[in-house]
Structure formats: structure tokens, C-alpha cells
């Protein structure tokens, strides 16, 4: 090497070197400024551009989430986003102009708890300064269609926990950043504005939508998200002009092929006039169909930014030479969401309204985003009992003041906030990475489980006894009737109830003989219990490893967030009441009488409303295979339905049953085929009817793929409506072939209709007055095709994909053979003359469904004794009853030694005549173990004071909406030794607690 070239490479090290020293100078001298503080100033005369560099970074997808992180597998796709976080710090610290956005705190935390801390301080710097800012915030960029607002919630307050704490106010999110779900929820807009959010952007919205929109300049709007809290959920939304993509011709990333700028006169590729005056020619095309003179560029896409400077060398190339272009009249710079959101808010215009969802979401006239509604369903239920128990673990964590038991709660948030991604709980996921979240989520609910069993050992035990309780196990598999701990020994059961209301719920254990005792502990007295066979099909599902060849039934009477205590003792000298089998014949209780005809089909006669019947079928539809080149030859898949008939094909076997009775419930054992079976129970005082159906292996030996259906067909002549649920919460009216904002040319006359349903689908007939709703234990797609008609697809097999990306046909197996699927709908309805009554019943019931007691086992050893007076067997955190209409949403373990609580009226406006009133709470005189010293009210993902919400106004075109109110929950009343907190119709109100404890 000779001199000059050791030189040359030294002085450029040199430059480089002072350069970035000058440029961390400038960074220590900038007043610490965020928020919408270090926006840059938009010019009222100008047409500005705001560009805002960012990165789409899936927790999980094509690769699993530590595959992503840490770059992995780069023959599946080239992404790691450590190398992203790592790039970008060190490109914004070359210049102070320059700002990013980034989202996922998953990523963000992952990535952070390996930093030294002078890149620590670098990062808190720039949050500071507002130049790397936090959008959307939670765990992850979750799904719309299938998640539940509990879960949500939840997601969002673990990812503002960890933001809070690690970089202060800077970093609370001010936007809502979902540029890659599949659809929207008006509930998800809800959610936000009550997150204290100013905005939303959105990237996917039906291709007929957006032309409608473009047309009228409507793809910015006020969304009115919730029906019963007025402007308090109203929410600025943006529908970006293309999806979240940069401008065509203008990426600049390892992972794309578009031409840099090149700014040197001499060289034959000099590009700069071209490239300035396309970029300027493009912003004017989109400003056209926007109402401000402000556009905002996302610079980004999937995993971009792994060498950050490629993107930003040539972005502050286009902004040095746009500006520098004579007479322009654009402004350019760089910019976040939240200084676009600023800017468009400072135009002061009048805005269109919405009141609607964007479900479903159609790309093309073939290509309805509806299949992901029902896709992987055993990942869907797996989650929703992750939920159960996390609230159960946090419960029983607070109201035992249980120490040392945090590091497990966060790390079972986190695997519960990482299967709240648009790619996890949706199902759209390659198999190897479904397999990987399941993983995290079974590690999760683990340490859930030693959570709730601590707890439940340390409130069973009085202050001074030193007896032992044994270990407690839970059983995860009681979904196919198989628990290791209960088959084939005696065993103490506790049941522990996560509702704030006394519960009388049946109980289902699998055992291998016949008689037992069961024994509540708390009085002495013996239970009526009933011993079922359990169905030969869910006997021989592939994979089930267990001894269970019956299930032992008994109703127990649970308390509010409490426990109670009982002996199971095998017995044989007493059986329990176990009828034989009949072959055919009729289930009955108060309410219904069940058959089934000779269709095959079950019948269920409602004895109160003689007017009312039901049939209830299985059917399926052949799933369309095609080459995805055009429209037209796109096949069903991972993301969108679409099958070869609107009809659905029948099961023509001819199908067998038995029936099983008792004194507390009676079956019907049915099989359609031999992978179609299901058990229609009724129980003794219930009024709704279940069906527990099982599903799968779907069988594909014809080359064929399928998408099983249950119907529920009624007599009620509903009118080309039915209702969804939105997220678990409020419900959403539907019109058949019809979409209230734009005129609708549906191709896909089935899967156009399709709706995601979260946790409910209802039917009216507003003439006879009756109402019919199912109930469903996971996320499904539903639809009603034909009047007094419910529609639920259970499960989904198919041979082709449907080219969006995941790159995998839906064909997911297990243990060797196609995927076995088990679940159970409840069917509930009536005289809508009893509307409080019904709506009552199906609340109760949908809570139930979401919140399941959660059963603890302790295998009893003969020889071991435990003195009566030293165990509790029954508990309860509740020292009186919340009115109908409330329920704790939260009840968790917060920072020093406060508590996170939430309570929520679950009534809309007009539900009821009784139940949707405004409610008061005193909450002071409400525990069993601790009393209140102190509460303060916070925004509802805890990480601001109600009090200091101050959102942006928005003025729109018409006079129904309100501006949003700063503070417009009443102010909670301390008087008295009283703290009465009110609550009005789908109010949620978070509170920060500091209590004094008492004796367990």
C-alpha cells in the first residue's frame, strides 16, 4: 500500500470522525424538545411534503420473532432488525435534521436490554428531541378483525409500561400507526381515542373504498368510534395514498432495486432534475386527492432501514435539491406522523364523518381478506385461554399481595402482546413460526400457572398455620378432555373465578372410572355429579395421550374474584348417576327441547316462545384453487376466503347419535361423518344450549380443500340484517350485499359478506319480536346469507396458496394427520319483550365464555392429613356484589406497590331499558384485602393522568360531532370514607391504587 492510499482512507476516517463528533455537539446543545414541539414548520403557501422515514417490522411471519431480531434464516427473507435499530441510531446521529419513526416495543425492548449505555443515552437523547419517535406503542401492531379488547388493551399497556419507564413522557405515543392489518375495527378507533391518541394512520382499506374516497377527498376523516361515548372515542383517521410504501422509483434500501440520486454534473448517470421533478410531480398528483396542502411520504417498508444511511443519503439529497429548485412551490423535510397530523390540524378545515368499520377488506374483486377470520382456530383458542389465565394470574397476584412473582407476569404479557400481531392470532403465519408462538405462549401460561397457584397456596393457609399445601397443577389440555392429574387418583380442586360476580357454572374433569365423590370442602356437604362418557371421537383425537374415559360433571357456586374448595374420592361402592345410552330420542331442561330429525340435522324448540325453532347443520365449501396470475384465478388461502360455489356442499352420510342423561345435564352424542361430530348439551336451570363440536381430519385425498361450516338456521325472518360483535364489544348492524359508504359491485357474493366475529353474531326479527344469538369461544368468520340464518366457519384445510406472501398453503397438521379442531358455540335467544332479560343472559354468558374458572388440581396422598382449621376452602376479593352492569376489567399488580384497576360498564345506550343507565360504584368498602388510600384516574393505557388528556380539536362537516370534551369522566367523589366512581354506557375508567392491606 503506498502512502497516498494509507492516507486517503485515514483523512476520510478523520472527516467522518469530526463530522459525527460535531454532529453529537449539536445533539447536547438542542434544547429537549418533543412532541409536537420539534415538528418543523409547515408553509401555509406551500404544498409540503413530509417525509417520514420507517420500518414495517412483523413481530413473526415468515420468521419467527428471535428469527427477525437477530437476522436468521436469511434465506427466507433478509430482515434483522437489531441491524435496524443499531443503523438508524447511528444514521440519525450523523445529522440533527433527520428524524424516524419506529413502532414495535417488542423489537424496541428486545434490542435495548443489549445496548451499552452511551447508546442508551443516544436514544433517550433523540426521543427527547422528537427525532426518533414512538408510534402506535404497543407490544406489537396488532390485528383488528379476530382480537379481543381485552387483550388489546392489554397489549398497549405493557408496551406504554415499558416506554414510560424506560424514556418518560417523550416517548408516550401520540398516533395510532396500523399500516398493515387486514381491515379495521371501529373499536380499534375507540380504543385509541381513549389511549389519548390524536390520529390514526391506516395503509389497507377496500379497493373500492379508496376509489370512492379519492373521488370525494374523504381519505381523511373524523371516525366516530363508539356509539355510546360520543366525541370522548371520536378519532382523526388518515388512509394513506399508498399503503405504507414510498413513492414508486423512490426506495432506497439494501432490499430494493430503484435508481439512488446522483448529483454529480460530471457523471452520464446525473439523475438530479429528473428525480426532483418526478418526486414533486408525484406530490402533487396525491395532494389532489387530499384537502390540506400537506402530503406525508412513508419512507420505508418491510424491514427496511438495515443499512439506514442508503435511505437517508438520498433523502437529504431530495430535500436539498427540491428546495433548492427556483420559484418551487413545495416544502420539503423530514418529518413523523404526528407533525403531519399537527400540520393537517393547523389548516383548520371541516372533515367527513364515519360511524362505520372497514370489514372486510378486499383487494381486487376476487380477493375478500375474510379466510383469516377462522384460519389456524386452535392458535385463535390457545390465545383466548392465555387471556383467561393472565387475568387470573394478575388477579390472584393483587389480591394476595404476592411478591416476587413480576418477572413471570412480564414475560407472560409479553407472549400474550406478541399474539396480538396481524400475523400470530390472524393465523396468517408459516407454520414453523405458528409452532414458535405457541411455544412462547404455553412458556407463558407456565409461569402463569405458578403465579396463580402461589397465590391460590398462600390465601388457602391462615397467618400462623405451618401446614403445607402440595403443589398445584393446571390442566392445558381439557380441551380434549385429557388431565394427567385428575384420570386416575383422588385430588383437592380448587376453582377460582376471574369474574366480579358470583358464578353457579358447570364443571367438566376427565376421569377413568366410574364413581366418584365430590366433597365442597367449605360446608362439608356431598355434590350431585354426573358421570358422562366422553365421545369416542374426541377419544381418538391423534396426539391425545390420556387415560380419560369419562368426565365427571358437578355445578359449582363461585364467588366474585374468589375460590372455593373440593374433594374428588373415587368411590366404588356408590356409582354416580350414569344412564345407558339410547340410541335415539330427545334432551330437554326448562327451556328447550332438543332432537334430531331425519336430516340429521338438531332441532331446538324453545318452550317459552312456542314461535321459535332452530335447525343446526354441518356443511362445507369447496375452497377455489387457481394460479393467482390474475384476479380471477385467485385461489381460497391463509387471508381470503373464496369458494368455488355460493352454496355449500352437504354431508350425505347418514350419521349416528346417542343420547346420555342425567340430573344436571342431558347430550346428544352426534357424529355427521367420521371427522364432523359434536355434543349438543342442555343443563338443568340453563337457559342456553350448547354445541361442542370437533372438527377435523378435514380429509384432502381428493385433492380438494375444504372450509367447514356450522349453520344455524331459524324461523326469524330478519331482513337481510344481522349483527358482529366489534372486538368483543360493542355490536356493529350488517346489511347483506351492502356497505353504508359506498355503492358495492360484489363479485364474491359469500366471502363479501363475511364478518369477523370476536365473541358474538345476532339475528332479530323485529316483527315477532324475537332474537337469536351464538356465541362463539374464539374469533370466526360468520356471515348471514339467508334470513334467519347464522353462518360460522369452525375450521379451514386447502392445498394452494393465495400468493399475499406467507408463501404456505393453509394445510396445517398434527401428530402426522390433518389438524383436529374442537370448540363450542352457545346458542341463546328469545322474546325480545324480555330484551333486559336476554341481553342480561348473554352478557353473563359471554363473560363466562372469555373468563373461565380456572381449575388448580392437588393430588391427594392417602396417608396425608391436613387439619381442618388451617386451610381455607373458600375466598373471595370481593366484600359485596357489582351492580349487573359492571364488571373489573383489571385487576393487576402496578409499580410501587400501587395497583392497575379498571372497571367498565358493559351496557350500550338503549340495550336495555334497566342496565344502560349511568351507574355509581363505591369502590372504597369493595375488597377483602386491602382497603383504598389513594386513587388517581389515568388514560386508559396508564401512562398519562385523565386530567392532563389534552387531544386535538377537530372541526367536522356536519354538526353531530361534538369537539372532544379534556375531561369529561366525572371526577371521582371522595366523601364520606365513600370513593364512588360513576360509570355511563361502554365507559372504561383506569385507576392507580395505593392501598393498605389487610389479613388474608
Known amino acids: 500500500m503506498s502512502s497516498s492510499d494509507f492516507l486517503l482512507p485515514l483523512l476520510c476516517f478523520l472527516l467522518l470522525f469530526t463530522y459525527r463528533d460535531a454532529a453529537s455537539i449539536v445533539n447536547r446543545k438542542v434544547v429537549d424538545t418533543c412532541g409536537y414541539e420539534a415538528c418543523p414548520t409547515a408553509d401555509p403557501k406551500k404544498l409540503n411534503i413530509h417525509l417520514v422515514p420507517h420500518t414495517h417490522d412483523d413481530v413473526g411471519w415468515l420468521k419467527t420473532v428471535d428469527q427477525y431480531y437477530f437476522g436468521s434464516r436469511p434465506t427466507i427473507q433478509k430482515a434483522g432488525v437489531q441491524y435496524i435499530l443499531d443503523s438508524v441510531i447511528q444514521a440519525l446521529l450523523a445529522n440533527p435534521e433527520r428524524k ?138 388518515v388512509a394513506l395514498y399508498n399503503n405504507y410504501s414510498p413513492p414508486p422509483g423512490f426506495c432506497y434500501d439494501l432490499l430494493c432495486n430503484d435508481e439512488p440520486i446522483i448529483d454529480d454534473p460530471e457523471s452520464p448517470d446525473y439523475n438530479v432534475k429528473t428525480r426532483v421533478e418526478t418526486l414533486v410531480r408525484y406530490a402533487h398528483r396525491q395532494a389532489a386527492f387530499y384537502r390540506s396542502n400537506n402530503v406525508i411520504f412513508t419512507m420505508g417498508e418491510d424491514f427496511n432501514y438495515q443499512h ?48 362505520d368499520d372497514f370489514f372486510p377488506y378486499a383487494s381486487d374483486p376476487h380477493s375478500y381478506w375474510t379466510g383469516y377470520f377462522s384460519s389456524r382456530p386452535t392458535i385463535k383458542f390457545f390465545e383466548r385461554m392465555g387471556n383467561n389465565l393472565l387475568q387470573v394470574s394478575k388477579q390472584l397476584s393483587v389480591l394476595t399481595d404476592l411478591k416476587n412473582d413480576e418477572k413471570q407476569l412480564e414475560h407472560f404479557r409479553e407472549a400474550m402482546g406478541v399474539m396480538q400481531h396481524h400475523d400470530a392470532v390472524t393465523g396468517t403465519e408459516k407454520q414453523l413460526v405458528a409452532e414458535d408462538y405457541a411455544r412462547l405462549l404455553h412458556n407463558g401460561m407456565q409461569q402463569g400457572v405458578n403465579v396463580a397457584s402461589e397465590a391460590i397456596k398462600k390465601w388457602q393457609l391462615n397467618q400462623s398455620s405451618e401446614v403445607e399445601v402440595k403443589d398445584m397443577h393446571s390442566c392445558m389440555e381439557l380441551n380434549i378432555s385429557s388431565c394427567v392429574y385428575t384420570e386416575n387418583q383422588d385430588f383437592m380442586l380448587t376453582v377460582y373465578n376471574p369474574l366480579s360476580r358470583k358464578v353457579e357454572t358447570p364443571v367438566r374433569i376427565p376421569v377413568y372410572q366410574t364413581s366418584y365423590n365430590v366433597v365442597d370442602l367449605t360446608d362439608g356437604n356431598k355434590m350431585v355429579s354426573q358421570i358422562i362418557p366422553i365421545p369416542i371421537a374426541v377419544r381418538e383425537i391423534p396426539g391425545r395421550k390420556s387415560n380419560a374415559t369419562h368426565e365427571l360433571v358437578f355445578i359449582a357456586t363461585l364467588p366474585p374474584l374468589g375460590y372455593r374448595v373440593y374433594k374428588v374420592e373415587r368411590n366404588s361402592n356408590e356409582p354416580n348417576h350414569r344412564d345407558s345410552a339410547v340410541a335415539d330420542g330427545s334432551i330437554d331442561n326448562e327451556f328447550y327441547n332438543v332432537f334430531i330429525n331425519e336430516d340429521n340435522h338438531v332441532v331446538v324448540e324453545w318452550k ?34 373464496r369458494p368455488k360455489s355460493i352454496s355449500t356442499k352437504n354431508f350425505v352420510e347418514p350419521g349416528s347419535s346417542k343420547v346420555y342423561k342425567g340430573p344436571l345435564v342431558q347430550e346428544i352424542h352426534q ?16 337457559e342456553y344450549v350448547e354445541f361442542n363440536w370437533l372438527v377435523g381430519p378435514i380429509p384432502v385425498q381428493d385433492q380438494i380443500g375444504k372450509e367447514i361450516v356450522s349453520k ?68 370466526q368468520g360468520g356471515t348471514s346469507m339467508l334470513d334467519g340464518e347464522i353462518e360460522l366457519m369452525l375450521h379451514r384445510r386447502l392445498l394452494k396458496d393465495d400468493a399475499f406472501g406467507v408463501g404456505e398453503a393453509l394445510n396445517e397438521s398434527a401428530f402426522g394427520e390433518g389438524l383436529v379442531v374442537r370448540g363450542s358455540h352457545y346458542v341463546v335467544g328469545g322474546s325480545m319483550k324480555n330484551a333486559d332479560e336476554i341481553a342480561l343472559r348473554e352478557k353473563n354468558l359471554a363473560l363466562q365464555m372469555l373468563l373461565r374458572p380456572w381449575l388448580l388440581i392437588t393430588p391427594v396422598v392417602k396417608s396425608a392429613s391436613t387439619p381442618a382449621n388451617s386451610y381455607v376452602t373458600k375466598g373471595t376479593g370481593l366484600v359485596k356484589s357489582l351492580p349487573a352492569n359492571v364488571h373489573i376489567l383489571t385487576l393487576e399488580p402496578w409499580k410501587n406497590d400501587t395497583i392497575l384497576l379498571r372497571l367498565e360498564h358493559i351496557f350500550e345506550v338503549g340495550e336495555t331499558k334497566t342496565l344502560s343507565s349511568p351507574v355509581e360504584v363505591n369502590i372504597q368498602d369493595l375488597f377483602s384485602t386491602f382497603t383504598i388510600l389513594s386513587i388517581e384516574e389515568t388514560t386508559l393505557g396508564a401512562n398519562q393522568w385523565s386530567k392532563d388528556m389534552d387531544r386535538l380539536k377537530w372541526n367536522a362537516e356536519t354538526n353531530d360531532v361534538p369537539q372532544p370534551e379534556e375531561n369529561t369522566s366525572h371526577p371521582v367523589k371522595i366523601e364520606n370514607g365513600a370513593i364512588n366512581v360513576l360509570l355511563t354506557p361502554m365507559e372504561i375508567r383506569t385507576f392507580i391504587l395505593r392501598v393498605n392491606r389487610l389479613d388474608l
Open 608 to 641: 317459552k316462545e312456542k314461535n321459535m325453532t332452530l335447525h343446526q347443520s354441518f356443511h362445507y365449501y369447496e375452497g377455489m384453487e387457481g394460479n393467482n396470475k390474475v384476479f380471477q384465478n385467485r385461489s381460497s388461502g391463509a387471508y381470503i376466503f
Open 100 to 237: 424516524f419513526i419506529y413502532v414495535e416495543t417488542a423489537f424496541l425492548w428486545k434490542w435495548w436490554l443489549r445496548q451499552s449505555e452511551k447508546v442508551r443515552e443516544d436514544v433517550r437523547n433523540l426521543i427527547n428531541q422528537g427525532r426518533l419517535e414512538i408510534i402506535g406503542g404497543g407490544w406489537s401492531m396488532n390485528d383488528e378483525a379476530v382480537t379481543h379488547y381485552h387483550s388489546l388493551v392489554d397489549q398497549y399497556t405493557w408496551g406504554f409500561r415499558r416506554l414510560n419507564d424506560t424514556f418518560g413522557s417523550c416517548a408516550r405515543p401520540h398516533i395510532g400507526w396500523q399500516i398493515d392489518p387486514f381491515g379495521h375495527s371501529r373499536e380499534q378507533a375507540s380504543l385509541f381515542a381513549q389511549l389519548g391518541f390524536d390520529g390514526m394512520f391506516f395503509g389497507r382499506l377496500d379497493y373500492q373504498d379508496k376509489i370512492s374516497r379519492l373521488r370525494n377527498q374523504s381519505m381523511e376523516f373524523i371516525w366516530k368510534g363508539s356509539a355510546n361515548l360520543g366525541s370522548r372515542a371520536n378519532l382523526f383517521t
Open 671 to 686: 357424529c355427521v361423518n367420521e371427522w364432523v361430530c359434536q355434543v349438543v348439551r342442555v343443563y338443568k336451570g340453563k
Open 712 to 779: 344455524y338456521t331459524s324461523n326469524l325472518n330478519s331482513a337481510g340484517e344481522f349483527y358482529t360483535d366489534s372486538n368483543g364489544r360493542e355490536m356493529l348492524k350488517r346489511i347483506r350485499n351492502y356497505r353504508p359508504t359506498w355503492k358495492l359491485d360484489l363479485q364474491e357474493k359469500v366471502s363479501g359478506n363475511y364478518y369477523p366475529v370476536t365473541s358474538k353474531i345476532s339475528l332479530k326479527d323485529e316483527e315477532e319480536l324475537l332474537k337469536l344469538s351464538v356465541l362463539t369461544d374464539r374469533a
Open 308 to 355: 439506514a444511511e442508503m435511505w437517508f443519503t438520498n433523502m437529504d439529497r431530495l430535500i436539498r435539491y427540491v428546495k433548492e429548485q427556483k420559484g418551487s412551490e413545495v416544502n420539503i423535510f423530514y418529518s413523523t406522523p404526528s407533525c403531519y397530523l399537527k400540520a393537517v390540524n393547523d389548516a383548520n378545515l371541516q372533515w367527513p364523518t364515519k360511524t
